[in-house]
């Protein structure tokens, strides 16, 4: 069972390694070096000007320590078919899971400082803190993600699986009381918090033969996110995306048609109704628009405006090939250049909207008009480069 | 001549699949495409849609070939494939206006067809549902509906019985009875030989990417010398030989 697991861990690190590949190839990756080079640059802006007679950062970080666990799942790399081929082998699952968990925690605890590490900074700032404390905090949050996962371990036990509300309770409130403990009252009782909660998991939660019904759910979730996140960046064929009717925006839907054209048609209903796309494509929306509000500094702000306008387009781009895999699109008598061009009326409505939004949140809360304008001078710029000459280029490299 | 396939080698990848593969359809007649698994029957068929390009040989259609006029040469084809292909985001009603949209059919005047159908395969009351609520054998329906909506000349029909119940294949059947009267050259796949034997005016028998035999039934027995035969012991016979060779 033990080889078991390390030949899927290794099948996996394959696949991911695969997808990596594709990200980093991307010039996605650039926009994100950005942003997180803007985000750090705001941080470093944002710590002197803190200082430790504020009432809410002891709450920002306890907000921040309980947030952090939840990141880093228990991966068990199980698949559909297990319950299936794997069945009598029940006991010696106990020893394959022994292993997934020693992987996961190893993982997610690399998470876990890194996050502690983002936020110390801070801390140091706000609180008065000593070496060992620095220390106790560190080790006080890998004990709160070793607990997190051990919850996750024990919620894909035939004991304990139909208690969902407890396990989904416990993910929360555990982490929650450490970082009370260590926030409120000092980083040793946070420790001691912790030590306390981990030994008691241990002894009321005994027993965990696998329920593999939960096992396999647990275990799909969780890698549909891992190829949700990828499908950011390239496309995932698992990832089909699920479908909303959402009849309220069914006036968006004959906006974006070309009465006529089928391709637009396909691509406005398909737009529309696709949650991932268009999730995608509001999410990233909205997060311009938060960032432009809030980042007043001009210069930066142009260039995240700039930023977020190509994000959003080229993640739309990629859905000109949705369909590819139908034939019937191979069979109705229409042109590619007829597709081309449907595709790039509804890229270059879509981007003109997500710019207008962006420009106008950029406002900011400084009202800054003769700013605001030239930001929209900058974005139709932009939207017709994007549509114009950069979706040719990308459609070339599709269509090879 | 409706359809004339001529001599094609054609295949996915550079391994031919189909050696010189020739067969007609006529107007207002029902071919039958008759194999095993493997014997080239959907290879056939991806060359005729356009879906392939063949290596050497000739597809044509009432006249045109695909390379001269692709539009036209597709206009005058309906499909109903093997497994049936939706688009998740459109509802059933949406599939059929997008079919009418990409074909150039005029909605006044395909609706009401259309309506007809859907009743016949009693969906009239399921317009606005996503493929992801229909069973297979509503799916499959569906892609009837979409085919049989249009003016195609050509109606090619993949394996047509599996998934649908008794009463969907038999007004299947009528319909393409009904199309046959109009003018319409059908080709049909199937490893369903009784009902082809019944139905099918001429037969393309297919073994490793060859056409074996073809013609009517009282030919292949003659061909067979065998005059009592039904179209399943010529085709067991034809495809056991082909085994020991």
Redesign the interface.
Known sequence: MSSLFSQRRQKHFMTLLKYWRLVFNDHFVIALFFLFGALAYGYSQWLPQLNSHLWWTRWLLILWFTILPQLGRLATLLKRADPIFLLPQVKAMENYLDHAYRYSVLLAELITIAGTAVALPFAMTTERLTNVDLIMIVITAMLAKENWLFTARKSISLRWSAQRWRSRFEYWVNPLIIAAATWLINPFAGLAVAIVLTLGMRLVYRHLTIDWRAAVKMETDRMYSVYRFFNLFTDVPSVQGNVKRRQWLSWLVNWLTIAGHPWSYLYAHGFVRNVEISGLVARLTIVGMLVSFFVQVSWLNTILVILFIYLVATQLMPFYEQYADNVFTHLYPVSTEDQVTDFRQLLAKITTIEMLLIVLASLGYQTNWSHCALNLVVGIIEVFLLVRFYFGTRIKKMNK | MALEVNQIVGGYSQIPVLHKVSFTVKPGELVGLIGLNGAGKSTTINHV???LRPFSGSITLNGIKIDQD??????Q?A?V?EAP?L?????LR?HL??TM????LAPEQTWPRAHQLLKTFRLDNKLDW?P?DFSKGMKQKVMICCAFMTNAKLLIVDEPFYGLDPLAVHDLLNLIEERKQAGTAVLMSTHVLDTAQKYCDRFVLLANGRVRAHGTLDELRAEADQPNESLDDIYLRLARNDDDE
């Open positions: 849609i356009g879906l692709p539009a036209e040469y597709k206009r084809i499909y494939p292909v688009y998740n985001e459109l509802t949406e206006e997008l949209t990409a074909y150039g996503f992801a």
